[in-house]
Every structure is written in structure tokens, then in C-alpha cells.
């Protein structure tokens, strides 16, 4: 009864892409693969499958109790990592979208994007750094992460995409879509951030650059679209690669400056940093000292002592590194923490 009401749109059908992609898209057939061959889904594309690998991933989930500029805020509305990863996730659809692109690529790099910040945000990044040769950054942990912690087997071009989606990585992506998540980072975390630094009386929305409040608004949903427009705008001009519109992007600059300036190194933000470096490091030498406390379930024995201790400690969201560090030190050297990461 009823079987006509449905159509079966299996994954040979959604790979049908090459009249409803643009030129420049990823087309999910023509995938580099898999470092460990697998047989196809009979219903998903490459990248619909990769998606789904990454929000049942445990990375994933610790997310939502990761900082992304105020630590371990009381408030409810301020922006986690996981907030953070589902904004940037819809702006990077929408982008994808809107420009002929592989509109499940763009999504699975977006929500993979993050997997492998530490605790305490950047912060954390610059604890960990002296422990790593070449320092420490959270896009090669993520890597990791999909490759070797939870065995996601990721095609190549999500992990290309995890591996490359901060500006300061090099080489930059390889696919568009990619770059459609390099923008959506940066869209999400300055859009809302901002809004999170009036939440938290950092600023006011009369304080943001003049330009920047001419061209794109206000933080929030009118900030967010007029950027993705101007994005849009930018790559159909340039017709190569994914890029913002000139001006728009020039009173991004300005903006990601003064952000730089007033919230990401303000004293509300940045004050506890020495005491959230010292916690995070204090958790890494322990375990040094200790590795027989690490996981089996979360630990890569193949790996050197230093590489074990630093993928757990980094794994760490904000409220568990504070956990345990009170219960392997003494709890009054974070109690003055804790009312001030907010």
C-alpha cells in the first residue's frame, strides 16, 4: 500500500553530478578514495558517508564542552566548539550551494574541521606547542585524530580539507570546498564571536569598525549573510577560486583586527591564559611522569610517550582538564580559575 508514494534516490543516482554540478566541483565518483579500500554504500556518496563518520565520532561529541573564545562560560548562549562547527557547517553549505559545488564535501570538512582543538582554545595550542616539534596545531592534530585515534578512513579530500582549513596552513586545500569552509570559519568565528565579547561586556556593537557595521551590519544573522554574499559575488567575478568580493573583504581585515585587538587579547579572554597554560601543562607532564593513566581505549601505543600524552591532554574538553587536574593536584590552584573563564 502506498508504494508509489516513494522514489528510491540511491548513491549511483546522487552521483549523477555532472549537470547539476558547477565545473569546479568535486564530483563524489571521482574521489582520491580511502587509505584502506572499502566497498561502496549502496545509498550514501563518498562524502555523505565521511559526514556521518565524523558526527558519531567521540571528537565530535567532546566538542560541545570545548571553549572557543570565553572558557568554560556559565552563560548559555555563548558560542562552544561545537556551536562554532555547526555555524560554520551552515555557512559552508550554504556557500558550496550556492556556487555548483559538492554541497556533502563542503559539509563533512566543516563539521570535521575542529576535531582536534585542545582544551582552553588557542590557548591550550600555545601550551602544547613546546612538546611538539614544530609546534602544535589543532588542524594536524585533527588529522590525526580521523586517521590514526578513531580510524574514521576518511576519503582524501575531507582529510585535505581538515588538514588545510586554517588560512595559516600550507599548501592551502586543494578542492573548492574547502576553501568554502576556509571562509565559513572565518564568517562564523567573527560574526559570533562578536556578539559573544557584547554578551560578555567586552564590547559594544557600536565599538566594531565603522566599515565593517556599513558593509555587513551587525553581528548575527545580518553580518553572517551579507558575508556569504559577498563571497558568492566574489568567486563568480573571479571564476577560479573561492574569494571575497574586494571591499567586503578589505572590512573583513579590519574587522578580524580589532577582533584580534579588543577580544582575543583582552583581559576577559586572555587574563587566565599563563594559568590555563600552566594546567594544560602540568596534565601533560604528569601523564608523562604517569602513562600508565591514559585510556587503552583512547591511546595510540605505536606512538612515542610524548605523541600518547599529548593526543589524550589535547583530547581533553575545558571542564574535564580542570577535573582532573583538582583531583591530581591541588583543587585551589584552579578554584580562582574557574569563576574567571567565562
Not at 3 to 9: A, I, M, P, Q
Not at 59 to 74: E, G, I, Y
Not at 101 to 112: D, F, H, M, Q
Not at 263 to 290: C, F, N, P
Request: hydrophobic share 40%; proline share 5%.
Amino acid at each position: 500500500m502506498g508504494g508509489g508514494s516513494f522514489r528510491l534516490v540511491d548513491r549511483a543516482s546522487r552521483e549523477r553530478e555532472e549537470e547539476a554540478l558547477a565545473p569546479a566541483a568535486t564530483r563524489s565518483a571521482a574521489t582520491r578514495g580511502r587509505a584502506v579500500p572499502e566497498a561502496e554504500d549502496p545509498l550514501r556518496t563518498a562524502f555523505e558517508r565521511d559526514r556521518d563518520r565524523i558526527l558519531h565520532a567521540k571528537a565530535f561529541r567532546r566538542l560541545k564542552h570545548k571553549t572557543q573564545v570565553f572558557l568554560n562560560p556559565d552563560g548559555d548562549h555563548f558560542v562552544t566548539r561545537l556551536t562554532h562547527t555547526l555555524q560554520v557547517t551552515q555557512v559552508a553549505r550554504s556557500l558550496a550551494r550556492a556556487l555548483g559545488l559538492n554541497e556533502a564535501l563542503a559539509e563533512a570538512i566543516a563539521l570535521g574541521h575542529d576535531l582536534g582543538h585542545s582544551p582552553f582554545g588557542h590557548i591550550g595550542e600555545d601550551a602544547l606547542e613546546p612538546y611538539v616539534p614544530g609546534g602544535w596545531h589543532h588542524a594536524a592534530q585533527g588529522v590525526r585524530i580521523v586517521e590514526v585515534l578513531e580510524h574514521l578512513n576518511l576519503t582524501w579530500e575531507v582529510r585535505d580539507g581538515i588538514r588545510a582549513h586554517s588560512w595559516k596552513i600550507t599548501p592551502p586545500p586543494t578542492t573548492r570546498e574547502a576553501e568554502c569552509v576556509r571562509y565559513a570559519d572565518r564568517i562564523g568565528y567573527l560574526s559570533h564571536d562578536a556578539l559573544d565579547a557584547v554578551r560578555a561586556g567586552v564590547l559594544q556593537v557600536g565599538d566594531l569598525p565603522a566599515r565593517a557595521r556599513a558593509v555587513f551590519g551587525d553581528p548575527g544573522s545580518r553580518m553572517v549573510g551579507a558575508m556569504i554574499d559577498a563571497v558568492v559575488a566574489g568567486s563568480l567575478a573571479d571564476g577560479g577560486v573561492v574569494v571575497m568580493a574586494p571591499e567586503p573583504l578589505e572590512a573583513m581585515h579590519e574587522l578580524r583586527a580589532f577582533m584580534f585587538e579588543r577580544v582575543y587579547a583582552s583581559e576577559t579572554a586572555a587574563g587566565q591564559k599563563q594559568l590555563a597554560i600552566d594546567v594544560t601543562r602540568r596534565l601533560v607532564d604528569h601523564h608523562l611522569a604517569h602513562p600508565e593513566l591514559i585510556p587503552a581505549t583512547y591511546r595510540d601505543t605505536s606512538a612515542d610517550p610524548v605523541t600518547q600524552v599529548v593526543d589524550y591532554v589535547s583530547g581533553m574538553t575545558d571542564r574535564y582538564a580542570l577535573s582532573t587536574h583538582d583531583r591530581l593536584f591541588d583543587a585551589d590552584a584552579t578554584s580562582a580559575m574557574r569563576p574567571l573563564l567565562r
